[in-house]
């Protein structure tokens, strides 16, 4: 019940396309859900993150889509760049406990 | 602004040695915590701290010791290194729970 499961695994997308990656969760106490961007050599940073009472958050290019009935949330990129590929992680905590995360996805934008 | 300090980046440990992992942040982080991170698993938590003088387990504690004498560091020490404990560990600190986690640069440890 405390897991987080991300998919796909890796993902490649021509550049300027909308790539999508999706996790879902079963602890229906989970109130905070971000998503990390991590490059090779580097550690993971914050890319956006959201509560669940909002259906969407966007920041820039990259939008969150929560999906409370469903327990499921989503990051899209939207007119994706070569710069964009790296490994992207969703997450999720209650307020009083630990981030769960997700295995993560390899993302590569081809030029 | 330095955020998140982790020494050394690179390791390379025999069976049965032991070591320690530094971290050290700057932001005045109650929390912090270690992360070991394996192709395909995501980040597990090895141990973690909500303050000088407390630290809990994480999902993989075994064979990891911790202690947080300060606020700001919060150094991992390997007992007996393991080849089972190839991996790239992070440091991780944040204000309280559920906000931004801030992560050092990575330690890439290679156990022969």
């Known amino acids: 019940q405390q897991q987080v499961k991300q998919s796909p695994q890796s993902l490649i997308v021509q550049k300027g396309g909308i790539p999508i990656i999706n996790c879902a969760y079963e602890n229906t106490a989970f109130d905070y859900f971000p998503w990390y961007q991590q490059f090779p050599g580097k550690g993971p940073a914050l890319l956006i993150a959201?509560?669940?009472d909002v259906s969407e958050k966007k920041e820039g290019r990259f939008t969150i889509s929560f999906n409370k009935s469903a327990k499921q949330f989503s990051l899209h990129i939207m007119d994706s760049q070569p710069g964009d590929s790296a490994t992207y992680f969703c997450?999720?905590?209650?307020?009083?406990?630990?981030?769960?995360w997700g295995a993560g996805t390899k993302l590569i934008i081809k030029p | 602004n330095a955020g998140v300090t982790q020494t050394p980046k690179f390791q390379v440990l025999k069976t049965g040695q032991s070591m320690t992992l530094q971290c050290a942040q700057d932001m005045n982080h109650e929390y912090m915590s270690w992360y070991r991170q394996d192709p395909g698993m995501g980040l597990r938590l090895i141990h973690y701290s909500v303050g000088a003088g407390i630290t809990d387990q994480g999902e993989v504690p075994n064979g990891y010791n911790v202690s947080r004498s300060t606020t700001e560091d919060f150094p991992l020490r390997l007992l007996s290194a393991a080849p089972s404990q190839t991996s790239v560990y992070f440091c991780?600190?944040?204000?309280?729970?559920?906000?931004?986690?801030?992560f050092g640069q990575g330690t890439r440890l290679t156990v022969v």
């Open positions: 991780a600190s944040r204000k309280g729970f559920g906000t931004e986690a801030f």
């Open positions: 997450a999720a905590s209650m307020s009083n406990y630990q981030l769960i």
């Open positions: 959201i509560r669940p």
